[in-house]
C-alpha cells in the first residue's frame, strides 16, 4: 500500500507567523494536488503540481515538488486567520483516468489564531 | 457554473438500517468518485464511476455500493449500517480530458454527514 505521510498532523500557530507542512511518500507520483478543507464543507483544490523541482504560488503560499517527485511541502507565508483549515495532499500515481489511483494523506489541521 | 451538490447533508440512521445519498456532478463533469472522511483514518476512497460504469473501486466491503446514471448523477448506497459507518461521505467530479495531470483534479461537494445510533 503506497502511503502519503502528512507532518505535522496539528499546528496552531499565531497571526503573521510562517509555516511549513509536508507530505512525504516512498513512492514516486506523476503529480501531486494539495487541498485546504474548512469544518462543514468538503476539499477545495489549491494546486497542482507536476514536475520534480516545480514551485507554485499562489498568493501566500508556496507550494514545491520534490525533486523525485516522492515528496512536496506548502509553505505559508505571515498566516492569516483565514488559512485555518484541513490541509490534505494527494497523489497521482499516472495518469489517464481511474481515480483509485489518487491518494491521499490524512492531512495537516492548521489553526491561526489572531 | 454550479458545484458539485450532495444531498442530503446531514442523515441519521440506526445500526442494520441503509442509507443511500446523492450526488451532483459539476455540469460537463463525467468522472464522480465517492469517498470516507474519518478523523481516524482521513479520507479512504470508495469508487469511481464514469459514463455509468464503475472504473474502480476502493478497499470496502459489499455494503458499500454504488451507481450513476446517463447524466451523471450519481448514488451510493450502504446497507445493513455499522456504528462504524459514521462518518463524512465525499462526493467529487472530474473533467477526465483525455488523462494528462490536471484530468483528476476533484471538485468535492460539502458533503453528507452520517451518524448511524
Known amino acids: 500500500t503506497q502511503l502519503l505521510e502528512q507532518s505535522p498532523q496539528f499546528l496552531s500557530i499565531q497571526e503573521g507567523e510562517n509555516l511549513t507542512v509536508y507530505c512525504n511518500s516512498s513512492?514516486?507520483?506523476?503529480?501531486l494536488q494539495w487541498y485546504r478543507q474548512e469544518p462543514g464543507e468538503g476539499p477545495v483544490l489549491l494546486v497542482t503540481v507536476v514536475t520534480g523541482g516545480e514551485v507554485k504560488k499562489l498568493k501566500r503560499l508556496t507550494f514545491q515538488f520534490g525533486d523525485a517527485r516522492k515528496d512536496s511541502s506548502l509553505h505559508i507565508t505571515a498566516a492569516q486567520p483565514g488559512d485555518t483549515g484541513l490541509y490534505l495532499c494527494?497523489?497521482?500515481?499516472?495518469?489517464?483516468?481511474?481515480?483509485?489511483?489518487?491518494?491521499f494523506g490524512k492531512g495537516t489541521k492548521l489553526s491561526v489564531k489572531p | 457554473k454550479a458545484g458539485v451538490t450532495q444531498t442530503p447533508r446531514y442523515l441519521i440512521k440506526t445500526r442494520g438500517q441503509q442509507v443511500t445519498l446523492s450526488c451532483s456532478p459539476i455540469?460537463?463533469?463525467?468522472?464522480v468518485s465517492w469517498y470516507q472522511q474519518t478523523p481516524g483514518q482521513g479520507l479512504q476512497f470508495l469508487f469511481e464511476y464514469f459514463s455509468e460504469t464503475q472504473r474502480n473501486k476502493g478497499n470496502f466491503p459489499g455494503r458499500f455500493s454504488g451507481r450513476q446514471f446517463s447524466n451523471s448523477r450519481s448514488e451510493m448506497n450502504v446497507s445493513t449500517l455499522e456504528l462504524g459507518d459514521s462518518a463524512l461521505y465525499l462526493c467529487?467530479?472530474?473533467?477526465?480530458?483525455?488523462?494528462?495531470?490536471?484530468?483528476?483534479?476533484?471538485?468535492f461537494g460539502p458533503g453528507t454527514r452520517l451518524t448511524v445510533l
Open positions: 494527494a497523489g497521482v500515481h499516472n495518469y489517464g483516468g481511474s481515480q483509485g489511483n489518487l491518494i
Open positions: 455540469s460537463g463533469h463525467r468522472s
Open positions: 467529487a467530479s472530474s473533467l477526465e480530458l483525455a488523462g494528462g495531470p490536471f484530468a483528476s483534479e476533484q471538485f
Open positions: 513512492s514516486v507520483f506523476s503529480s
